[in-house]
């Protein structure tokens, strides 16, 4: 098969290559150019299969040699060393929680995330990936064509829900325990929510927690200003990629989730992702006007 030609399987799926399917992939590309960077954040050797096997991102690069401008430019250079270090720093938060004993890993809005392949879990954690059953299918499809031997590190179990309405039942049911300490991750998904999804999530996730389990998720804080919504990374990527990332985004005014959760008796910290850019000396820095100024990443404790 030559690169970008999509295989039988992959060509029958609908709802990946277009809207929020769309920006899995285009995480997929950018999480393949930092595994092949010198100085790579987090390494994901299966992303660039994502992409290659999707006739629409035929032209997407995988790589560093395919980014002329580096990190110059806006869509393949700055904004995916952004998702190489979101990668990175969700990706020790959970490990930290495998560490301190936890067991149940959940997935909210999983996408093309291939942590349960490619971390180092202990033996007996399970991965729970929460997404459409369209994205769900394209991931297992793609990863039977790609490397049909590898195993994944983790037990992995895949839930076909639709996360804007009830999904407590199809994890229970997947073999989830409420009663046992969970390490959540909403990575990419709150900032496609209606705000009344966002508050239903965050109430679901406190039902289902015993004392112990954690949260980490990605938000918007604020209103962001005329100025910071022409900014090259969103031109970059309607122009580019025919992604609208404003239109995806939901408009109406943000929860709280992180006084949701205090007054629920979690104990959340907010981050910038600049904090852990100076931290671990890589990744991108504030710019004028920029688009990522308004991201927050918050991490909470029960």
Known sequence: MSPGEPTATTARLTG????????????????????????ALARDEYAAHFVRAVGACAGWPVHPDQVPDGEADPLWGRLARYFGLR?????????????????????????????????????????????????????????????????????RVAVPVDLRRDWTPALTAAGFDPGRPTAWLAEGLLLYLPAAAERRLIATVDALSAP??????????????????????????????????????????????????????????????????????RGPLPEPEDALAANRWVFATR
């Open 16 to 39: 990946v290559d277009s809207g929020v399917g769309l920006t899995a992939l285009l995480v997929a590309a950018a999480r393949a150019i930092e595994t092949e960077g010198p100085d």
């Open 212 to 281: 112990g389990s954690s949260l980490a998720y990605e938000v918007k804080q604020g209103v962001e200003s005329a100025a910071v919504r022409a900014a090259p990374v969103y031109r970059a990527a309607r122009t580019r990629i025919g992604v609208d990332l404003l239109a995806l985004f939901d408009p109406q005014p943000r929860p709280d989730s992180a006084a949701d959760l205090a007054a629920r008796g979690w104990l959340p910290g907010v981050r910038t992702p600049f904090d852990f850019s100076r931290h671990l000396g």
């Open 87 to 155: 990668t990175r720093v969700f990706d020790d938060h959970l490990l930290r929680a495998a560490d301190r004993g936890t067991r149940q890993v959940v997935l909210l809005g999983a996408g093309l995330d291939t942590r349960a392949l490619r971390l180092p879990w202990p033996g007996d954690c399970t991965v729970y990936e929460l997404d459409q059953d369209a994205v769900l299918t394209f991931k297992r499809r793609t990863l039977e064509d790609a490397a049909p031997a590898e195993r994944p590190r983790a037990r």
